[in-house]
């Protein structure tokens, strides 16, 4: 037993060798390389993650600022908080103001990435176009990051031509059968390949993502995320454990592992060594050390609440979300010291992705 269970350490170490120097793997060897994870094997892959991330990024830690920008939305994730049949969600948008206002923040604070994010179709395409200009024009040593969801390529072109920067989109799973197990029959996995596909020729830099233990996922799955993250070549890769949140289809179902989480965390490192990877505020939330952990398995990218401390208990994707208490300036604070303790600290910067 204690032979064999070597034998396959030892064999999972060589894949994570060779990952490291060529940053592919066959899709068996990725679910190989999954099923192999353990303390022994995490602590191979997160040191060779380090290497990497000091190399290309030293010890700097990218922040954006989180604009949550409205938790009204059309579609109905299963996973999700605030899906649309979910009636005890409460909703709100934020005026175009109240966005420059955290905006005006988070400047102030040091931030040069703000990042809107909402729910879908909670802020018509000329409303996004319109607050992108007036952002690009107030701070233009900012990035702008969208994360609100799929549109047809013209939005999106329109999105891009009012200056926006970047596009988060999470695949949320590389298997069809498993996306549509997570989501409504009238979204489809071909339509969320098309807006990655679409968002990248745009030029967008573009951020892809799952979750990690999410519901009926296996090993096998989790693979086909890694290949497909290691095919498509994102700039940035958002990855956090499923959290079940109690109005959902999913409540029962067990969130996912900080381990889990913070081994591919490091695989997804050694696959795009440049890659810009957050550690996520779920990962903070199934762990009051998650975060740093994330940070310690390769992430090189956090990023803090700026919305109104008046909504964020409205934006609830998940149970027990981490910092919605909280005043921006105090969210950053408290963040930098914990960085400060393992090593790291934040930089005023975009933070682009170093070529
Ligand atoms: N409407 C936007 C933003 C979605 S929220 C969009 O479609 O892209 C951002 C991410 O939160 C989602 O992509 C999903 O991966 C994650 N998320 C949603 N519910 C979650 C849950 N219960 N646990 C963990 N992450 C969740």
Known sequence: MEAERNTGIECAKSLIDRLAAVHTLELEEYEQLISAQNSETAAYAAKKADFFRKKIYGTDVFIRGLIEVGSCCKNDCL???????????ERYVLTEEQILDCCREGYALGFRTFVLQGGEGVLTVEKICRIVKEIRSGFPDCAITLSLGEYSRGDYLKMFESGADRYLLRHET??????????????????RMRCLKDLKEIGFQVGCGFMVGSPMQTTAMLAKDLKFIEEFSPDMCGIGPFIPHKDTPFAKFPAGSVEQTCFLLSLIRLIKPNILLPSTTALGTIDPKGREKGILAGANV??????????????????????????????????????????????????????
């Open 79 to 89: 996973y999700c908080g605030i899906r649309n049949s979910n009636v005890n969600a």
């Open 174 to 191: 590389a298997d069809s059968a498993h996306y549509q197990k997570l989501h409504p029959l009238k979204m489809s996995f071909e339509n």
């Open 302 to 355: 956090v990023m803090p609440n700026l919305s109104p401390v008046a909504v964020r208990k409205k934006y609830s994707l998940y149970d027990n979300k981490i910092c919605t208490g909280d005043e921006s300036a105090q969210c950053l604070k408290c963040l930098n010291g914990r960085l400060n303790a393992i090593g790291f600290q934040t930089v005023t910067s975009r933070g682009d992705i170093k070529r």
